[in-house]
């Protein structure tokens, strides 16, 4: 099993910018791929962006690309988002994902890939 729990979330005024964390623990080494999804209320939840936990790859939805980044630092068991130049449809509650199958980086734009979830932290984007 693997436990994960993010940090980070709060109120930003619109074009600020917000770092989001999430601790893994547990199993760790089963883990091929770290994501972040977020859900705004009444909407489903979407893919935001994703890591290769041991490099090589990283992969972002188009309504962030160039705007957040995703990174990690294994030896502290964190996967970082960071999030720039932010807007009022960025409002939702992000969640960190984990998986644990080898595939090619685009697969894990699917929620269906990951294995464990954390239980969310909310972002809300003041105009």
């Known amino acids: 099993q693997v436990q994960l729990v993010e940090s980070g979330g709060g109120l930003v005024q619109a074009g600020g910018s917000l770092t989001l964390s999430c601790v893994t623990s547990g199993r760790t080494s089963s883990i091929y791929a770290m994501g972040w999804f977020r859900q705004a209320p009444g909407k489903e939840r979407e893919f935001v962006a994703a890591i290769r936990w041991s490099g090589g790859w990283t992969y972002y939805a188009d309504s962030v690309k160039g705007r957040f980044t995703i990174s990690r630092d294994n030896a502290k068991n964190l996967v970082y988002l960071q999030m720039n130049n932010l807007n009022s449809e960025d409002t939702a509650v992000y969640y960190c994902?984990?998986?644990?199958?080898?595939?090619?980086?685009?697969?894990?734009?699917?929620?269906?890939?990951?294995?464990?979830w954390g239980q969310g932290t909310q972002v809300t984007v003041s105009s």
């Open positions: 994902a984990a998986g644990r199958t080898v595939r090619d980086n685009y697969y894990y734009a699917r929620a269906s890939e990951y294995n464990y």
